[in-house]
């Protein structure tokens, strides 16, 4: 279950501060002792949990959190609203195209997820009653077509290939093409992941962004790698301008770190998590939904 370590650890430090009538400064920063190696275990991010813990205290030790009838609770508020800040705030919604269609080009690492997130939002884009229309643009990984295909044909929504001998570029070329010709609204550009991030790479994801100037550039990365997942994002953002992440595998992380570390050393907010391999497992991120799952 996603963020289990973490939720489970702030509980206990917050359940010693809920019982108390009177809080002492002391008392807070205890806490925030606490709660600071909680966040470290959970792999958030050095310099994110210095700043995060410097923004509570400072907030919880005010004079009306002392002497207010419950100061625990209102430091776990200040806690949980700080929280919901460092994911982002509010929910950030998918950027629509003045002029359909709208394009996404999905990018991450091999074993992301990519693909199947791919298949993913197209279905839920679906459901809004959209018409998307996939492009298999990742021509190295073996399968990655088929993959794609057979996702199509789950959900139902059309594939766009041309093989794996046609360059990445102009198959995101003729895709927008074909989008425009059969009335999809949507373009969802599959594209190619490496093991590692490569130069090679980045040049041709700049050249597909050149060519089909997306709405939007979703990074899919995988919660579990925490750290690795916010490196790789800082190294994409840096290379391409992501216009959002896509969290994968928030069902098997039980710490948190990437999601609580991502938006703020990237700049970058987190517009959808993946909480599953079924299909219907991805849903839009709400930050305070999540705060609210982490404290329990
Ligand atoms: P790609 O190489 O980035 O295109 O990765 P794939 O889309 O092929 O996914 C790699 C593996 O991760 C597959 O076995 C997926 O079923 C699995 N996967 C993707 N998203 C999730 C998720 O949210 N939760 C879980 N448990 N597995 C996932």
């Not at 207010?68 to 609203?81: E, R």
């Not at 018409?131 to 794609?148: F, S």
């Not at 992501?242 to 992380?253: C, P, Q, S």
């Amino acid at each position: 279950m996603a963020f289990e370590g973490l939720s489970s650890r702030l509980q206990s430090v917050f359940s010693k501060l809920r019982g108390k009538g009177k809080v002492s400064e002391e008392d807070v920063s205890q806490a925030m002792r606490e709660v600071r190696l909680a966040l470290l275990e959970a792999d958030v991010n050095f310099k994110v949990v210095k700043d995060f813990i410097a923004k509570v205290k400072e907030k919880s030790v005010g004079k009306e959190v002392m002497d207010s009838f419950t100061p625990g609770m209102v430091i776990i508020d200040i806690v949980n609203k700080e929280l919901t800040e460092l994911m982002g705030g509010s929910q950030a919604k998918l950027a629509k195209a003045n002029k359909p269609p709208t394009v996404i080009m999905m990018v991450g690492l091999q074993g992301a997820g990519k693909t199947t997130t791919t298949g993913k939002l197209a279905k839920l884009l679906q459901k809004q009653n959209h018409r998307p229309l996939l492009v298999a643009g990742d021509i190295y990984r073996p399968a990655a077509i088929k993959q794609l295909q057979v996702l199509g044909e789950q959900i139902n929504a059309p594939v766009f290939s041309l093989g794996d001998q046609t360059s990445p570029v102009e198959i995101a070329r003729q895709g927008l093409q074909h989008a425009k010709d059969n009335g999809n609204d949507y373009v969802i550009v599959d594209t190619a992941g490496r093991l590692h991030v490569d130069e090679e790479l980045m040049e041709e994801l700049r050249q597909i962004h050149q060519v089909v100037n997306p709405d939007e550039v979703l990074l899919v990365v995988d919660a579990m790698t925490g750290q690795d997942a916010v490196n790789v994002a800082e190294h994409f953002n840096n290379q391409l301008q992501l216009t959002g992440v896509v969290l994968t595998k928030l069902d098997g992380d039980t710490r948190g770190g990437a999601a609580l570390s991502v938006k703020a050393v990237t700049g970058c907010p987190i517009k959808f998590a993946s909480l599953g391999e079924k299909l219907d497992a991805l849903e839009p991120f709400h930050p305070e939904r999540m705060a609210s799952r982490i404290l329990g």
